[in-house]
């Protein structure tokens, strides 16, 4: 509802800059009685953490999590959590061309539209920066919906795609680019060296699934599971398309080829779906199969190439991006769209339960 | 924040079902004084009418609006408007098979999943005849934004696309499609019609853009414009994929190719850009250029072609669908992603207002 | 959240002025399965229906509720229930005069400041007869908390009070005051025929208790159960102050004589309190006491008197109300709070259930 | 809407316990522009700070405040703001006792029931403590509403009230009680030092009254100013009751008395108002002229003396508690009561913005 929170019961509430002391997140109404610590936390924020190979930002963030309220003894209380990440690594004397021109593809220009002034420091809150809030918040959710399982990779990168025969999760968390077809990384390597050789940057495709989401979730109209989870991968820095199962595919099927098939499970009650073209949501409701999220991310917008812009005064400038930053964006996405899957099933859970008591 | 309610501060509830006596919504927050009868509303419920043309549903209705609150003497008074469209032509007959099975790729599964029981008349709550209310709230919506035009159209047609180089914006409205080349028309008519022939359906891609939306609208970072205009089209009944721009392209582009580049404008103040990959929205705010949607629809999921279901006891069926259906819904999505583009942008407007004064 | 809609989870969003052509309720979030018909909320609005005695304004309306949503074969099936209530005592004559003069304690000067403009038939959204809406919602509050018992009266009618030794529960329907003491109701038929023919108007305090709300309903910090139940009660018409418990009383005690000592169930686990100073709540969560509010109601603004005002061109005017008013709108209030009272303990049920799952 | 969460567009998310490291509060929608550094912040948390006379707790806290975000080069950016203060003089030993039993008129028992656990050390999450970020929040608010003056008040202590006649606004920061009557300072110093050494505290009445609060703001229905002053009041700890103008007073008047006269300004255009029963708001808008809020607050539940209880065992116990406590927690809820009122001011303003453009 408000700007900077997310979710309807399961809740959090961002707040920082790139450059500022610190950033952050409160969750609110995380049930009580939880085990939680930083231990659970950090690892979340250790897999989207900057500097961690050569094709990410160098910039060098600890990223160290710290839990300032709403858990007791190590159990949550049900009371709101406070979660701080202090920025350790700031250099803004690299962006201070950045104050008064407006990089090209960024939100300098709309910012200052919007604002009047903008702490441009780093993106300021624009930054890519706050998603570590977000994955904080998320390894949160996480603990909510236990029973569910939330795996992200690239399937694209540089507009090469994955072999899906040659799918592989155990790989995933083996190379630098949450790669899940192993014959597909050194293509991605030399992808990404060459467009950093040359000032440039690349783009890619995040998937990311939830197995195990209890068929019902969803709370349709207005907070459909689908539509939730549009808003939230949409609202990640440099995401510009979303897609649940087929998605743009599903425009070129039909309804025949487009139906997934029930049948009785093989064995007990329940049912067996004989494909998943929904991508596990009819209706805005969970069908209990996989949820299928897609995300397209755009290159990164700053790269040492000179463009063409304008400064605040409104006259034609060249822009060089310097400072530290990722030749593609979309790798450190991965943990970023994972938690805020995890957010909007967390949100889901309690909502459905809620209203039906299950 | 609630279930069937879309907006923060202009922002609409709705309600009913298919075969219910009638459905509406209750806009909440509009501003006072704006002129508004039934006869601003109305055209914009015609265009999605259905049995139009051959390639709609048959189904008749009227689909005649009511203002039952918050205007006074032509205009509105800053109070709910509640707005209701009487259902008239429900044959609740063709449904009964509908109550014991699921229909494949339809929300029944779920909707039993999640609440134990369900309206099974024409879909009940999940048909997409709830979106008349949409269509009417965004006529509403509209008379706020009057300084933003909304244009709506199919780009793709059963995986047939148009020719961007013959689109002629006069031609949208000139025939069945909302199709802005005349060329294609043809080659669409003779999809549907074997579609159709054939038992199946076929699915589309809705374009829609907004014309001189003020650069500074959106709502970081929860709230952005492009995350917001992906919910309420993701919760469009078949929408199963969301582009901001040039949305999935954007990921195999590159940072210099995909940057809209600055200039001065031609004259007096102000900026021209030379491109719009961004879709008009950098960072969640509106740039000032044009703000482009895209839309995959699914095909219509209720065919006439034996699909193999379970029903309700659990054992296995083959579901039928009569009744009478679109036979491609996309086409009839046109003018509510239109509506759904209004909504979206009459609350950012305010909230813009809101927090800027301006 | 939003202007016209009260509650978190079990939400209601109403519309509709004194004289338009209906009024109504949308209620959201109201668990599926549950069995309602008209029936179910009829009673209520009878007992709040005017005309019901000399002691209330003579307009007669049948208030009858239609149901146009959200129920399929007798029950609840999750989705929005729409509920109207058409208007058909409308005597806008009687109001022409209020059109350009401002009713001294009234709402007409306040709306002209905000809104520019009103609907000043009957006080159109300011009119009391909104709270029927409101009436309606929370018959379907109630069947949402069936654990609960809600039971409101008057303790206070022209600055008489009632005697509290001869409370009698079975007396409170048995006269037109909703009075608990039956040795009061002469004296109030007094105090309210002497103000009517005096040409004036007196206020009253309405008592409202809900018995066997379980302990632990409540979302602290800032949706506590007695924080919510101020708001619903002073947000209704004509209220002007709220107390909880002892309410103001407490202020004028010690610490000693307010604490409410618990001590052992006299059977069984739990507990037992040796006093309810507290009124049921603290911390802002349900003790499992009964709760206890309490709502002080103005006198009728609406008097024949003439009193000394302006009109819309700022010039003196003495301004007559004429119409059909009540002498005493305490009285008809009483199923107004308890309606309220309902839907907030409703709202809390369902968000304890989430956060907590019980 | 949600749980720790205040506030529609102008909106603060507080957390933190009494002995956690910190607490804090999240400000978002601030308008951009605004100049703000801790400087602006800290007299108002200085003024609520324990240990500023022998009439308070004598917990030491510094309660210096940190801006974490939202504020570049010396003026607020748009985005949230995020206020820390670090707890500094913990000292949980003095709880230990507080751990297996339940204090009467504490929320012990509720959060017992509520949570099945809860951090008792200092009451936790509902320590008074916590409206220290209430109070930092309500600092920024009084930036947004700069054209409106609040000041707060005792009126009565103990149920000893003060002399109206004698009401000296200069008074009120001459004294540790917040007292505008400079007789009643002598009596009131009696009463808190007798209520002390009897192991006893006492009650009190505040008033807080808002100046040229323009007419218009106010959001009906269901967001009305006197609706949303009242839940944030009583959402305040230890307040029982809350009032508008003449409150429970106004129910034992007659219309006539009532009824606020309006009359030409003296000069220039607008109108005087001969009286002010209504507090400032009639139909839950600003009539524009003073609005007047009293708060009941209790007499603090913590007191030394032995009062029957019950241990977590559900076993018969004696409580004392112990610990630094306020003999009268109304006194510190002056600045608390100002802050809230500050908060639904600025969101009010903003709301009224959004729908008006003014």
């Known amino acids: 509802m408000s700007f900077n929170s997310f979710g309807h019961l399961f809740r959090f509430t961002s707040w920082g800059e790139s450059h500022g002391p610190a950033l952050g997140a409160v969750v609110d109404g995380c049930p009580p009685g939880l085990e939680l610590s930083e231990k659970d936390i950090q690892p979340f924020l250790d897999r989207r953490k900057p500097g961690s190979s050569r094709f990410t930002t160098q910039r060098r963030e600890a990223d160290a999590v710290k839990i300032l309220s709403g858990v ?38 709309a910012y200052d539209a919007k604002y009047g002034l903008r702490d441009y420091r780093g993106g300021g809150r624009s930054s890519a920066r706050e998603t570590a809030a977000r994955v904080a918040a998320g390894a949160v959710a996480r603990l909510v919906i236990s029973e569910v399982k939330i795996q992200g990779y690239l399937v694209e990168l540089g507009g090469d795609k994955i072999d899906r025969q040659a799918f592989d999760e155990a790989e995933i968390n083996n190379n630098p680019f949450f790669c899940p077809d192993k014959s597909a990384v050194a293509r991605w390597e030399k992808i990404v060296d060459e467009a950093r050789k040359d000032g440039n940057s690349v783009g890619a495709v995040v998937e990311c699934v939830a197995f195990h989401v209890p068929a019902g979730w969803g709370a349709p109209l207005y907070a459909k ?13 440099a995401v510009k398309g979303v897609e649940i199962g087929d ?7 039909t309804g025949r080829d487009n139906a997934d098939a029930l049948r009785p499970a093989d064995q007990g009650d329940g049912v067996k779906f004989l494909s998943n073209h929904a991508g596990g949501v009819t209706a805005g409701i969970a069908t209990g199969q996989p949820v299928v999220v897609r995300c397209a991310l755009k290159p990164t917008p700053s790269i040492v190439s000179p463009l063409p812009s304008i400064n605040r005064e409104g ?27 995890a957010l909007v099933l967390a949100d889901q859970k309690l909502l459905h339960r809620a209203q039906t008591g299950r």
């Open 315 to 341: 006259e034609a400038v060249e822009v060089v991006t310097k400072g530290r930053h990722d030749p593609c964006v979309g790798i450190r996405a991965v943990p970023v769209v994972e938690a805020m899957m």
């Open 225 to 237: 599971l689908d539509s939730e989870l549009a808003a939230a991968c949409m609202g990640i820095n």
């Open 72 to 109: 007791f003894e190590g159990r949550t209380t049900g009371t709101p959590i406070s979660l701080m990440i202090e920025n350790t690594d700031q250099r803004s004397r690299d962006y201070s061309n950045v104050a008064q021109q407006y990089r090209p593809a960024h939100g300098d220009f």
């Open 247 to 253: 998605g743009f595919d599903a425009a070129r099927s």
